[in-house]
T-cell receptor, first 108, second 112 residues
Framework: AQRVTQPEKLLSVFKGAPVELKCNYS??????LFWYVQYSRQRLQLLLR??SRESIKGFTADLNKGETSFHLKKPFAQEEDSAMYYC??????????FGKGTRLSVIA | DTAVSQTPKYLVTQMGNDKSIKCEQN?????MYWYKQDSKKFLKIMFS???????INETVPNRFSPKSPDKAHLNLHINSLELGDSAVYFC???????????FGQGTRLTVV
């Protein structure tokens, strides 16, 4: 069964501090992993996906198949990064499976 | 132009009522979804639907039913609403074989 685990419900960091939002998954095949973000009162939107290997808004995430992890990182947090972050997994044509989300709060 | 739009944005209704939430996408996608986001912000798939197949999450009560008049619409009907149905419901769409899903702005349903 597909499962996505985000162990932290809430993560508070100071502005300028590094951020790491943890995500672990369980899936026997080769999944695609994503990070979605939901800013206050806005719709869920794609932040980045592992196949792109890109940096979006300063965030990066590397898929570690050995550890089955896809942690989201940013070296210097900004206040505008405060939001709910969801790690998600997709395989084939099945719908996205989301983790429970982590609320990131960046303190000025 | 909004890619995935839901109406209404807010819905307050009494227990026992029947209500519908509409969803439309103008992206030409062939697959649409309904997700439920509960009070703890947990997002859970309810249905996925394309013109050939409806996949229902087995935990969804049969009071919930998706209805698709055409490829661009997937409406959610809820019968005999209960207090526990209060949540934010998100519609989404994607193209079969593609990976990214696009979400609507959500409908906050409050059952009183």
């Amino acid at each position: 069964a597909q499962r996505v685990t985000q162990p932290e419900k809430l993560l508070s960091v100071f502005k300028g501090a590094p951020v790491e939002l943890k995500c672990n998954y369980s899936y026997s095949g080769s999944p695609e992993l994503f990070w979605y973000v939901q800013y206050s009162r806005q719709r869920l939107q794609l932040l980045l996906r592992h196949i792109s290997r890109e940096s979006i808004k300063g965030f990066t995430a590397d898929l570690n198949k050995g550890e089955t992890s896809f942690h989201l990182k940013k070296p210097f947090a900004q206040e505008e990064d405060s939001a709910m972050y969801y790690c998600a997994l997709k395989s084939g044509n099945t719908p996205l499976v989301f983790g429970k989300g982590t609320r990131l709060s960046v303190i000025a | 132009d909004t890619a995935v739009s839901q109406t209404p944005k807010y819905l307050v209704t009494q227990m026992g009522n029947d209500k519908s939430i509409k969803c439309e996408q103008n992206l030409g996608h062939d697959t649409m979804y309904w997700y439920k986001q509960d009070s703890k912000k947990f997002l859970k798939i309810m249905f996925s639907y394309n013109n050939k197949e409806l996949i229902i999450n087995e935990t969804v009560p049969n009071r919930f039913s998706p209805k698709s008049p055409d490829k661009a619409h997937l409406n959610l009907h809820i019968n005999s609403l209960e207090l526990g149905d209060s949540a934010v419901y998100f519609c989404a769409s994607s193209q079969r074989g593609a990976t990214e899903a696009f979400f609507g702005q959500g409908t906050r349903l409050t059952v009183v």
